[in-house]
């Protein structure tokens, strides 16, 4: 279906779509040797820590940080002129226990809670302040229950809305030059875009400091759909915020189906029907993502390639998925010249 030979070709991702956005990809310190480093640096401009930068990760104890792996990553980057996008401060997921927890072992104030906060955010963004160009600032704060408006976590419980506020002004104090931003899954589902668009309207309502959404784009061969999508950046991109998929794979199977064990006989194989689906799947998201390139500032991957990637693991353990652009040998799937076979602006 191509002509262009692939290893002869220097082009990559990142060439294909320099007129467009920047297209990134989740690694850790395993993925900056070797093979995947040389894929790395051939086909991507921005770089997320898939986990190294996360709180429990950089804080485990009160006051002892752990930058190795989140250093490694910097240094990597910014030693091959690569963008690094920061994740996350605030999650309710990999956020350690003695957080909430103060020394008497009660639960923690929210003053105590707030100042802990601040200490976090600012060591993270302060040591990696003019390297790391946007942040995700709070991640997932949206409940999954449609009835539901915010998560009832342990950052909700303590402080109510003003986490997310804080987080964000703590973050802009301490690099008033990075890009903060929400970030969430299911962003495009419609119920819980009306959720999603209403925090994002009480924080510019209240001049926060956010520049803009992270839609997380973990997606499959059957969601979102083109209206879906389209409904989503056009209704985020309306309050002036900038948008970026931060977390892009494509699940061969259906998410709605993922909290449930796999049935007996369902197959775990990649057939030539999925790999179809999925090919026109990332077709659709692509040629979309080009047509509103004045909004869409980056699009990054979740893992390089299907050799390993997080799905892999979740929500079915050992159930292999093949979510990605390259294939278990890091060769380019079809999928893969779909998406950079369009004619250039
Ligand atoms: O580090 C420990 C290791 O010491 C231990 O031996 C091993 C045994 O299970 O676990 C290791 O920690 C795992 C960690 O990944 C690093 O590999 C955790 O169990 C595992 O839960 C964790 O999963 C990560 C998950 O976030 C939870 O933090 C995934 O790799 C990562 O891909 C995933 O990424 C999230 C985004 O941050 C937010 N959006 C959703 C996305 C997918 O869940």
């Not at 395993?30 to 401009?45: C, H, P, V, W, Y």
């Not at 930058?67 to 996350?88: C, L, M, Q, T, Y």
């Not at 600032?137 to 976590?153: C, Y």
């Not at 047509?291 to 050799?307: H, L, Q």
């Amino acid at each position: 279906q191509t002509t262009i030979n692939y290893q002869a070709d220097s082009r990559g991702l990142k060439d294909f779509y320099k007129n467009y956005f920047s297209i990134g990809v989740a690694v850790g310190r395993r993925n900056l040797t070797g093979d995947e480093a040389t894929l790395i640096k051939k086909q991507f401009n921005s770089v997320t820590a898939e986990n190294a930068m996360k709180m429990a990760s950089i804080q485990p104890r009160e006051g002892h940080f752990n930058w190795k792996e989140a250093d490694s990553i910097v240094s990597f980057a910014v030693k091959n002129g690569i963008k690094i996008r920061g994740h996350n401060l605030c999650w309710h997921e990999q956020a350690p226990d003695w957080m909430f927890i103060d020394a008497n072992g009660k639960q923690a104030s929210k003053e105590l809670l707030l100042e802990r906060l601040k200490t976090h955010i600012d060591a993270v963004v302060g040591r990696y302040k003019g390297k790391i160009y946007a942040w995700d600032v709070v991640n997932e704060a949206i409940d999954d229950d449609d009835t539901k408006f915010l998560r009832n976590s342990k950052w909700y419980q303590i402080c109510g809305e003003d986490f997310i506020v804080k987080a964000f002004e703590y973050a802009h104090a301490a690099d008033p030059e990075a890009k903060l931003y929400y970030n969430d899954y299911n962003t495009e589902r419609p119920q819980k875009r009306v959720r999603i668009y209403k925090l994002l309207k009480n924080l510019k309502d209240k001049n926060v400091p956010i520049d803009g959404v992270g839609l997380q784009a973990h997606w499959s061969i059957y969601e979102p759909s083109k209206q879906e999508l389209i409904d989503a950046i056009q209704q985020y991109s309306s309050l002036g915020l900038k948008i970026q998929f931060t977390e892009l794979d494509m699940s061969i199977y259906p998410w709605e189906k993922e909290k449930r064990a796999k049935k007996a006989g369902e197959t775990d194989t990649y057939t030539p029907d999925l790999e179809q689906k999925q090919i026109a799947q990332y077709k659709m998201v692509f040629d979309t993502f080009r047509k509103y390139k004045d909004v869409i500032t980056n699009v990054t991957f979740w893992n390089i390639s299907d050799r390993a990637t997080w799905l892999d693991s979740y929500p079915v353990i050992g159930r292999k998925n093949y979510p990605l652009l390259f294939d278990t040998q890091l060769q380019p799937k079809k999928a893969y010249w779909e998406v950079v076979k369009f004619k250039a602006r």
